[in-house]
Every structure is written in structure tokens, then in C-alpha cells.
Nanobody
Framework: QVQLVESGGGFLQAGDSLRLSCVAS????????MGWFRQAPGKEREFVAA????????SYADSVKGRFTISRDNAKNTVYLQMNSLKPEDTAVYFC?????????????????WGQGTQVTVSS
């Protein structure tokens, strides 16, 4: 059974940093693109960041570019999201996702698997 389990969420102050982790199990995802999405209360789920299978290609939403960094460790079947200079508008549930057909497809919201999400709350 494939599972994506996110961790690392919490309650923070504006300007703080946080690292989210997503561990995949049930199969190897070393050939899959992986990424992060988020959904704020009353809003649609939106793309945050994606990384290809090798880690050589990354993409980011404009709203997080320069503040967030996505990375992965294929030996651990894990993808990370380092979030710096957090803002109240970053408050959301953050979801991990994977896509066998590449990062571009994942960026469009087309994922093979989704995690359950982890809450990040940023206070001003």
C-alpha cells in the first residue's frame, strides 16, 4: 500500500523558518517527481514546489520563490520543503504529492498519490 506521510508542521511567528518532510512508502519513488501543494481555509489547493526524480530540476510558485527550497533524498524516499521568512499568508495545510510522468505534470496538479497533509500556521 502506497503512503505519503507529511510531518513538520506547526504554529510559528512571521519571519520564522520550518522544514516539512514527506516520507513515501509502499514502493520506490526514486523515478517519480515529487512536490508540495497547499490549501488555505476557503481557498483552492495550489501548487507550491516540485522536483524531478534526480533533483536536477525544481520549480516554485511565484509566491514562495526565493523563500522556499524543495529537495529530496531518494535513498530515504523523502522529499523536503525548507520554508524561510514565513508570512501569515503561508498559513495552510501542506500536502505532498508524486507523479510518475514528471514535474511539469505534477505542477499542474496531476498527481498519482497524495499525502494527508500537515498544518502550518503563521502568526503575525
Amino acid at each position: 500500500q502506497v503512503q505519503l506521510v507529511e510531518s513538520g508542521g506547526g504554529f510559528l511567528q512571521a519571519g520564522d523558518s520550518l522544514r516539512l518532510s514527506c516520507v513515501a512508502s509502499g514502493r520506490s519513488f526514486s523515478s517519480y517527481a515529487m512536490g508540495w501543494f497547499r490549501q488555505a481555509p476557503g481557498k483552492e489547493r495550489e501548487f507550491v514546489a516540485a522536483i524531478d526524480w534526480s533533483g536536477g530540476y525544481t520549480s516554485y510558485a511565484d509566491s514562495v520563490k526565493g523563500r522556499f527550497t524543495i529537495s529530496r533524498d531518494n535513498a530515504k524516499n523523502t522529499v523536503y520543503l525548507q520554508m524561510n521568512s514565513l508570512k501569515p499568508e503561508d498559513t495552510a495545510v501542506y500536502f505532498c504529492a508524486t507523479q510518475r510522468l514528471g514535474a511539469s505534470r505534477l505542477q499542474g496538479g496531476d498527481a498519482d498519490y497524495w499525502g494527508q497533509g500537515t498544518q502550518v500556521t503563521v502568526s503575525s
